[in-house]
């Protein structure tokens, strides 16, 4: 947000530099994140002075020159060659001399420099209109007054306004703020603090008065929910021209483009009080009716740039009798605003609900200064005030007069609102008494009425236009902001107590795996809790009434709240696959919201993606490409150093997976993944193949924090390896064999092992060899072959009669 210094001061008298309001600006929470110099004409009209032409003969070498003597006040003339065809000798005209800077229309600056002009020398420039930026006429030079003295400085003949704006990085709770009136009243409250007593200045409007009734507007507010303010009064007899250069300046200091003596009008009481109007062209409201009601859904609309928009029907309209006009509070329509033919107009002045304008605008993709303040609180009680403000400024700038009572539809009135202080609850949050009579008057420079006081607080009135502070708590912090936070004491003695806290907090488990993914070459990422609600449709796991939805929605694409970290975590693969990153490891810790009837739930997960190649190719390495197993391999670490090794494993079918296993204890799943359907990695444009692993991380705690550890001495006695090469159907799996080992031999078994897998040739239709290790050891003693033997006998017999195997 712009605030000009000079317009500022119109509001509150002060002496101070730019820079020590700045700081105070800063402290009060209004960060002003910088000060930028504004001259009404560039450059200030700095180098030019009054010269007078003493001769102007024919350019010998050029038919459209001239060479000219000029008398700029100094002890010799000058000579300036001119290609204006109005230049002659007695004239009076403004000289750019050497050094000058000059600057064009598109911000572009050069200088004046000594120079030979088709063979002659030349030692300045006469300039016209356009080139000092005085006006737009390029015809020809500038003749100005015969009686000016040469070598009179430009700069004290013209109106040039010289100022300071401050960029003010306004937070969207400090509505109030967002007006020259708004700051100023802040200001005041500061300089207060510092025993500056600075008084308030706000513009008069007891001129204010109805000419005639010859122009009354009907006015049918139909939604009072979403326009519970709406005045407005009818001016006859304008005539449309160009803004006063006073007006225009205040406008282009802060960043906007003067347009008309009527839209400057409106723009100026926008940026002066903070309170939005619209100008209508009175002769094009058909049946002199204005209609506030929402829009029928599909009606076309074209607003003031152009654009054919398609209305919803939650749009807040202002209408005639036939038809829309405006789209409530954020953009005007092309057939309705004032042009340079209207001649009389019909001003609005409104208070829009805030909720129902941004959702508006969001819809359209629209931000004008104007929805920038309804959306987010506006003053119901200065409608009519500004309404008054404008119709002064409008007929000071286009002549006319009041042509109709005043309409002002305010039935529900917006009631200020009853807060209790407490002073101890004030000491308490601030850290520090401040003193009560402080507090008061703090509290009632910031137009919070005291109603009641008793030795334990008080009893206050928050205006309306201050709807961030309803709190306690928001007291306190206004008392606390305009006291300073700069001079609340600090204790020069740190106290601090140590808390008992559990090795198997959430955060806590987070960072020991997430180091170890990352040592394994992942890498994590963080994505946006808001997605598409439209995800829902790529698994029939996932149901559309179980999304929460957003009630304000930045876009379509981010109106829900995820209810799977699976397509988030896609869209990143995607995003780096196509920036040539195909090989990837990511991992998030993130939570998923869902709406069950009349309960909304989240639970927290750990994903996993895996794509590409495991590691890079090298010299002695070929790349290896990321795998089913590999993912199961990683996944095994996670658990295990959670401590959780005695899960179960089984497969899984859904429409996610195209191959999966599912890891749980118990009833409980603590973990699925598997090779995700091509179906949903098309949707995200990936054609390679990726691997997800989604892990119950609220279960997984609950079991780490049951979980005992126990240890063991490392045994003394040799462990033993035994193989065997098993002939297997083709459906047997690795598991049965571990299953089956484990049951044979409980004490001495310490691991089974698959090391290699064979099918092909030579072996008969529907076999596969596995290759299987088996690790024996008594931590007791040293075993014997006999004792081997016989335990190896045991596990041939059951693989035999269990799985029909056969030794190779």
């Not at 340079?340 to 609005?348: G, H, I, K, P, R």
């Not at 140590?498 to 955060?507: A, M, T, V, Y």
């Amino acid at each position: 947000m712009k605030i000009s210094y000079n317009w500022l001061k119109q509001f509150i008298k002060t002496d101070w530099s730019a820079e020590q309001t700045g700081e105070l600006l800063t402290d009060l929470g209004l960060e002003v994140e910088g000060i930028d110099a504004f001259q009404s004409v560039k450059g200030g009209l700095e180098g030019i002075v009054v010269g007078e032409v003493l001769t102007c003969i024919q350019h010998p070498n050029a038919d459209r020159l001239k060479i000219t003597t000029v008398n700029i006040g100094e002890e010799q003339p000058v000579q300036i060659v001119c290609g204006a065809p109005n230049v002659d000798a007695g004239q009076k005209v403004p000289v750019a001399t050497i050094g000058t800077t000059l600057h064009t229309e598109t911000g572009e600056a050069w200088t004046i420099k000594k120079g030979k002009i088709r063979g002659e020398e030349s030692f300045g420039m006469i300039c016209a209109e356009d080139e000092l930026g005085l006006g737009q006429s390029h015809e020809g030079i500038m003749v100005l007054n015969a009686d000016l003295k040469p070598g009179t400085p430009a700069a004290d003949l013209f109106d040039v306004e010289n100022d300071l704006v401050f960029e003010i990085g306004l937070t969207p709770n400090r509505a109030d703020a967002m007006s020259h009136y708004g700051t100023a009243r802040d200001l005041r409250a500061g300089l207060l603090q510092k025993d500056i007593h600075a008084e308030l200045i706000t513009p008069s409007v007891s001129a204010f008065h109805v000419n005639n009734r010859s122009f009354r507007v009907d006015v049918d507010v139909q939604n009072k929910e979403l326009a519970p303010r709406y005045c407005g009064v009818s001016i006859s007899g304008v005539k449309v021209e160009e803004s006063p250069k006073w007006l225009q300046n205040r406008l282009k200091a802060i960043g906007l483009t003067p347009k008309n003596n009527i839209v400057d009008a409106t723009n100026y009481v926008l940026h002066d009080l903070g309170q939005p109007l619209h100008a209508f062209d009175f002769n094009k409201i058909s049946g002199q009716k204005v209609i506030v009601k929402t829009a029928e859904a599909g009606t076309k609309f074209t607003t003031l740039d152009g654009i054919e928009r398609t209305l919803h029907e939650d749009d807040l309209m202002i209408c005639d009798a036939e038809k829309p006009m405006c789209i409530a509070g954020v953009f005007g329509g092309e057939k309705s605003g004032v042009t340079e033919n209207t001649s009389n107009v019909f001003l609005e002045s409104a208070y829009f609900n805030p909720v129902s304008v941004r959702k508006t605008a969001k819809r359209y993709g629209l931000n004008t200064d104007a929805s920038f303040r309804f959306e987010r609180g506006i003053d119901p009680n200065l409608c009519e005030y500004a309404l008054k403000r404008a119709a002064l400024l409008i007929i000071e700038l286009a002549g006319g007069e009041i042509s109709s009572d005043i309409i002002d539809s305010y039935s529900n009135k917006i009631e200020d609102f009853q807060v209790r202080l407490s002073f101890d609850n004030a000491k308490r949050l601030i850290g520090e008494e401040i003193p009560k009579d402080i507090i008061k008057r703090i509290l009632m420079s910031l137009d919070i009425k005291i109603n009641n006081v008793t030795e334990t607080g008080l009893g206050l009135t928050i205006p309306a236009y201050r709807n961030d502070v309803q709190r306690e708590a928001d007291v306190i912090e206004e008392i606390l902001r305009v006291y300073g936070y700069n001079n609340v004491k600090t204790s020069e003695k740190l106290e601090a107590s140590i808390s008992n806290s559990s090795r198997f907090e959430d955060h806590k488990l987070q960072n020991i795996i997430g180091n170890q993914l990352a040592a394994q070459g992942f890498f994590e990422i963080m994505a946006n809790s808001l997605t598409s609600p439209d995800y829902v449709a790529l698994s029939e796991q996932l149901q559309a009434e179980h999304n929460i939805s957003m009630l304000n929605p930045l876009s379509n694409d981010l109106s829900a709240l995820r209810q799977s970290l699976l397509f988030s975590g896609l869209e990143a693969v995607s995003h780096n696959i196509n920036r040539r990153r195909p090989h990837l490891k990511f991992f998030e810790f993130g939570k998923t919201y869902h709406q069950f009837n009349e309960n909304r739930e989240e639970f927290k997960h750990l994903s996993l993606f895996v794509t590409g190649n495991k590691a890079s190719e090298t010299w002695n390495a070929a790349a290896q490409k990321s795998d089913f197993f590999y993912m199961k391999g990683i996944i095994n670490t996670v658990l295990e150093r959670l401590g959780l090794s005695k899960y179960r494993t089984s497969p899984i079918s859904n429409d996610i997976f195209s191959e999966g296993l599912q890891f749980g204890l118990g009833k409980t799943k603590l973990v699925e993944f598997g090779i995700v359907k091509s179906s949903i990695l098309k949707h995200f444009d990936i054609s390679q193949e990726v691997l997800f692993a989604d892990f119950n991380w609220d279960a997984i705690i609950d079991f780490a924090k049951h979980n005992k550890t126990k240890y063991s001495e490392i045994a003394k006695h040799p462990a033993v390896r035994r193989d065997f090469a098993l002939l297997l159907d083709n459906q047997v799996t690795f598991e049965e064999i571990f299953t089956i080992a484990k049951q044979t031999e409980k004490q001495l078994l310490k691991d089974v092992n698959l090391f290699d897998v064979y099918q092909g040739k030579n072996l008969p239709e529907g076999k596969k060899s596995y290759a299987v290790s088996f690790i024996l050891q008594d931590e007791n003693k040293t075993l014997n072959d006999k004792q081997i033997d016989k335990i190896m006998s045991k596990l041939q017999s059951n693989f035999e009669n269990k799985l029909g195997a056969e030794l190779r």
